[in-house]
């Protein structure tokens, strides 16, 4: 089948790469523009980029330039992409989704982390067909996931791209005309994902050692130690206390929090929990 792949994070690398090893033609990858990463201020691709030239594909950064492709492209394919996708493109050919959520639960840009955070014990991936609204469109297929007690963001990810690949796959296994027009309307109630801010990252050691948990393990959460910022990049919860892991200090690399404490020597006042 030709393909237009659309898609910019490094989430977005195995579909791509299935898609070719499974023989599909990808005509064109739609990617977010090469931008500063690190300290050294220098430009890199993103990971899809990175990805489409290892393959020897063709990469264009406007997604407008696709609406004249219509000739060319049987179906578009969108996983991660991170920008809105206007009507003359959504009118051009279809486009199908790969959302990690079960729709129309998590709509939105962080169904991953707001999964979590909800104390959700099971969530999913979804493919659906793409529109203008928000995460709306009908869904082909769906693949659920359970969310266990330890589970952390980068495990739940990594479970939900194999699924999203394996189910992606076996759909464009099968003839385009024979399902396209068949998405099933999305029905239950709707949540959305709003983008994590920053500042929910923050730990607030008031709230339940459950809720504190959960934050830890959708990663990037800290603290305040001295005035200074201390991350937590892993707790566990014992008989209702969150003990930290692996933390790391400002300006040093992680640690194991028992080592970080002999050094750093908090008193009982300073203490988190």
Not at 3 to 15: K, R
Not at 55 to 82: K, M, Q, R, W
Not at 100 to 116: I, Q
Not at 187 to 209: H, Q
């Amino acid at each position: 089948m030709r393909l237009a792949y659309l898609g910019t994070p490094e989430i977005s690398v195995p579909p791509l790469r299935a898609l070719v090893e499974a023989g599909h033609d990808v005509v064109v990858v739609v990617t977010n523009p090469d931008r500063r990463r690190g300290r050294g201020g220098r430009t890199a691709p993103s990971p899809v980029k990175a990805a489409a030239d290892e393959l020897g594909l063709s990469v264009i950064h406007d997604p407008a330039l696709l609406a004249d492709a219509t000739h060319e492209i049987e179906l578009g394919v969108v996983v991660a992409y991170g920008r809105l996708i206007k009507q003359p493109v959504l009118d051009a050919f279809p486009l199908v989704n790969l959302h990690f959520s079960l729709l129309p639960r998590w709509r939105g840009a962080a169904p991953v982390e707001r999964a979590l955070l909800a104390g959700d014990d099971e969530t999913g991936v979804c493919l659906m067909r793409l529109e203008a609204g928000l995460d709306t469109g009908g869904v082909y297929a769906c693949a659920q996931v359970p969310i266990g007690a330890t589970t952390t963001a980068a495990d739940l990810r990594a479970t939900l791209v194999a699924e999203g690949v394996e189910l992606l796959v076996r759909q464009l296994d099968r003839p385009l005309s024979g399902w396209i027009d068949d998405a099933a309307p999305q029905r239950g109630v709707t949540t959305y994902a709003d983008k994590i801010d920053p500042a929910e990252l923050e730990i607030d050691w008031a709230r339940t050692p459950e809720e504190i948990d959960r934050l830890i393990r959708i990663g990037g959460a800290w603290t305040t130690f001295r005035d200074a910022r201390l991350k937590v990049h892993a707790a566990e919860l014992v008989d209702g206390v969150v003990r930290p892991v692996t933390v790391q200090p400002a300006g040093k690399s992680p640690m194991a929090f028992d080592a970080w404490r002999n050094g750093a020597q908090p008193r009982p006042d300073e203490l988190f929990g």
